[in-house]
């Protein structure tokens, strides 16, 4: 089975709604990364959050390694927020990224 | 500027061809990658390179070579192409014990 569970898997939001995003591990971890996938494809990094939480603007995450579980949330969300965030557990000491199928976000105006 | 370049954007090759993806790094480190992402599936690691050294090798086929010319490169050799290796591949780069990684934008690949 998938390593990485994201959910959901999709999600519409009406703009100035607030979403959360989870992550869920199989495998212990030695890390995280939360990646935000642009329409065209590229992938920027939000988060590399081994534990705890970090806040970036509108956007917070919670790594609860005991639980293996992340969190990704978003505040008052804009249109240009829709897109697909990427949780990936990092592994090892090989540099091997573990993804997950993504959340597909959109945002209405 | 993008910090790590991916040539070409796009490619189109014939079944049975060889292409290679190019990939550079100016973030000065010195680990990097390359990842797959095909149709509904995950990205998938495919290979890590730390100081120019193969870490780890996830790719069933020998058909996929990694080559590093230099340090801040790591270029993908795809041989006898199939269209099930149609794909966008991603390389990305970290400081090797930091686990922070970037990832280029991507060369979108279509075996015909």
């Known amino acids: 089975g998938q390593q990485v569970q994201q959910s959901p898997a999709s999600l519409v939001l009406q703009e100035g709604e607030n979403a959360e995003l989870q992550c869920n591990f199989s495998?212990?971890?030695?890390?995280m990364q939360w990646f935000y996938q642009r329409p065209g494809g590229s992938l920027v990094s939000l988060f590399y959050n081994p534990s705890g939480t970090k806040h970036s603007g509108r956007l917070t995450s919670t790594t609860v390694i005991k639980e293996r579980r992340s969190s990704l949330h978003i505040s008052s969300s804009q249109t240009t927020d829709s897109g697909t965030y990427l949780c990936a557990l990092i592994t090892g000491n090989t540099g091997k990224l573990i993804f997950g199928l993504g959340t597909t976000l959109q945002v209405q105006p | 500027d993008p910090k790590i370049i991916q040539k070409p954007k796009y490619l189109v090759a014939v079944t049975g061809s060889e292409k290679i993806l190019i990939c550079e790094q100016y973030l000065g480190h010195n680990a990097m990658y390359w990842y797959r992402q095909s149709a509904k599936k995950p990205l998938e690691f495919m290979f890590s390179?730390?100081?120019?050294?193969?870490?780890d090798n996830q790719t069933a086929s020998s058909r996929f070579q990694p080559q590093s010319s230099k340090k801040n490169h790591l270029d993908l050799q795809i041989t006898a192409l199939k269209p099930d290796d149609s794909a966008t591949y991603f390389c990305?780069?970290?400081?090797?014990?930091?686990?922070?990684?970037?990832f280029g934008s991507g060369t979108r690949l279509l075996v015909i």
């Open positions: 495998t212990s971890l030695n890390s």
């Open positions: 390179y730390s100081y120019q050294k193969l870490m």
């Open positions: 990305a780069s970290s400081q090797e014990g930091v686990s922070d990684y970037t």
